[in-house]
């Protein structure tokens, strides 16, 4: 770091007396003393500095990474979509092994573009660094990194990016867990019109296969009041469809100090005017209340959508897997929503290859699909999470029987999702539409409440307007269709 950086620093200092110890005021603080430090960077580089966040997994993933854009933009940085940004961020996943495999992949390509840019850094965040065993690597055959965090303390990256600058060496800071919710921390959506919400984080359910319970922490609700307040803020602020976010949203609630339940947090929620479109995810089956189906089906705004993650229909599988249902109690309950609200599409997660799993059991899975009919399914195959009971388990699946169970049921989905989209062909419908068609500028492309995408000849004068949308043809998975009155 060079003279006049550091001169910066001292000037920062010397403008505080005192750093805030009450959040969020401390990292309103560090956020003003990271501008001097981009101020000082744009100065040696004679541009502005650029930045780049990449994000690999969930939506809640997602969210962190837009509050990470949000303190980004506020120090001064300027925000691309390349990785020969001047600072790179990888907001990283482990819920598969693939999903870190591409992030080591990342960081050997990011090597050779640093050497040839002294001023690049690179951060890492996101649950991949809440394993010891991950960190371990990275210090031993990526040492060039500049910063890690985790998940537990994303709300303070001003604070960390201050303390990446003040120093030479790889900063790491990963907290083990946290009870604490830090709000009114910037934010920048990647979509004017849409926005995902934090309702709770971390999962208390411990599926035998996965991962993120550890990753993530305990489970903690925020409080209904900031909720609304955040998404009334959206509202004003152009938003017209939240997704409520957590990993089991069925659980919202139960754990604050004035308890409250999903159902009764959605009602609040429809109720603020403006907002048109109420997404939630994601629903464990176990948990899901006769109170919220009835919500769903009297509600305007709640959208004809429900992603109900099944991960097997073999109880024998589900019951080592802890899922906590049995095969019957999954089929009784999507007979029930059907019932209630027969306009809606329900979506699935299946994993295939659990320790144990038999072609048998697959079986039962593809009974599932044939019967519940979804319009959509994610098929994994069970990759094995250390730390994980299912990655102590002795019987382990070998590849060739995973492959052909793993086909069989993609088959399925393939098959029943082409005759269950369809279903509304021939019909109008409301489509939000999110963006400029990426394979032809004069279409856009749009979703309906029941999340099919539709492809319709339009400008971009239209995108984050909900509008009426005949749809003349189903391809697969979607739609292409033309505007139309209601
Ligand atoms: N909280 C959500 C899921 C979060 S992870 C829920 O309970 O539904 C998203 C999906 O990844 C899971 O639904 C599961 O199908 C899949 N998954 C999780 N761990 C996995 C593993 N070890 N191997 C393969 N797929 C896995
Ligand atoms: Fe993982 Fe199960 Fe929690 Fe979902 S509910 S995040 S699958 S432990
Ligand atoms: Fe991945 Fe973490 Fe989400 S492990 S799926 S990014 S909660």
Redesign the pocket.
């Known amino acids: 770091m060079n003279d006049m950086n550091n001169k910066m620093i001292s000037a920062a200092e010397a403008e505080y007396v005192q750093v805030p110890e009450t959040e969020p005021a401390r990292q309103y603080y560090f956020i003003e003393k990271a501008k001097k430090h981009v101020e000082a960077l744009k100065n040696e580089l004679g541009r502005t500095p650029t930045c780049c966040v990449t994000t690999f997994g969930c939506q809640m993933n997602a969210r962190d990474s837009e509050k990470l854009t949000g303190i980004l933009r506020q120090t001064g940085y300027e925000i691309i979509e390349n990785e020969e940004a001047d600072f790179v961020i990888y907001n990283t996943c482990t819920?598969r092994d693939n999903a870190n495999q591409r992030v080591y992949g990342r960081l050997g390509f990011i090597n050779s573009m640093k050497r040839k840019n002294p001023h690049k850094r690179v951060a890492l965040c996101g649950c991949m660094m809440q394993e010891p065993s991950v960190i371990e690597k990275i210090k031993k055959s990526y040492r060039f990194v500049d910063l890690i965090f985790g998940t537990h303390n994303i709300y303070k990256f001003a604070e960390l990016l201050c303390t990446m600058f003040e120093n030479e060496h790889m900063v790491i800071d990963i907290w083990k867990d946290t009870d604490k919710i830090v709000e009114d921390l910037p934010v920048e959506r990647k979509y004017s019109f849409k926005s995902g919400i934090n309702i709770m984080f971390g999962?208390?359910?411990?599926?035998s296969?996965?991962?993120?319970?550890y990753v993530?922490g305990r489970e903690r609700s925020r409080k209904p009041e900031e909720i609304i307040k955040e998404i009334k803020n959206l509202v004003a602020d152009g938003v017209v469809e939240v997704m409520l976010l957590g990993?089991?949203v069925n659980s919202y609630g139960k754990n604050l100090e004035e308890p409250i339940s999903f159902a009764q947090l959605l009602t609040q929620i429809e109720k603020i005017e403006g907002l048109e479109r109420i997404r939630f995810m994601?629903s464990?089956p176990k948990d899901l209340s006769d109170e919220l189906i009835e919500v769903m089906k009297h509600s305007k705004k709640i959208c004809r959508h429900l992603h109900l993650?099944l991960?097997s229909g073999s109880t024998r599988i589900l019951q080592a897997?802890?899922?906590r249902y049995t095969k019957e109690q999954y089929l009784a309950l999507a007979k029930k929503i059907r019932q209630e609200i027969p306009d809606i599409s329900l979506t699935t997660?299946i994993i295939v290859g659990f320790p144990g799993e038999t072609l048998e059991d697959v079986e039962e899975t593809i009974d599932v699909i044939r019967q519940v009919e979804y319009d959509n399914a994610f098929t994994f195959i069970y990759s094995k999470r250390t730390g994980t009971p299912a990655a102590a388990m002795e019987n382990q699946v070998p590849e060739e029987v995973v492959k052909e169970g793993f086909d069989k049921v993609l088959k399925t989905v393939q098959d029943m999702a082409k005759s269950r989209v369809s279903r509304l062909t021939g019909k109008v419908e409301l489509a939000l539409v999110e963006e400029i068609n990426e394979q032809d500028s004069s279409f856009v492309t749009g979703r309906l409440s029941n999340n099919t995408i539709v492809h319709f000849p339009a400008d971009a004068s239209l995108i984050g307007k909900i509008v009426p949308v005949y749809l003349e043809e189903c391809r697969g998975f979607y739609y292409v269709g033309r505007m139309t009155d209601m």
């Open positions: 819920v999962c208390n359910n411990f599926c296969y996965c991962i993120v319970p993530r990993q089991n994601t464990h993650p991960q897997m802890n899922r997660d």
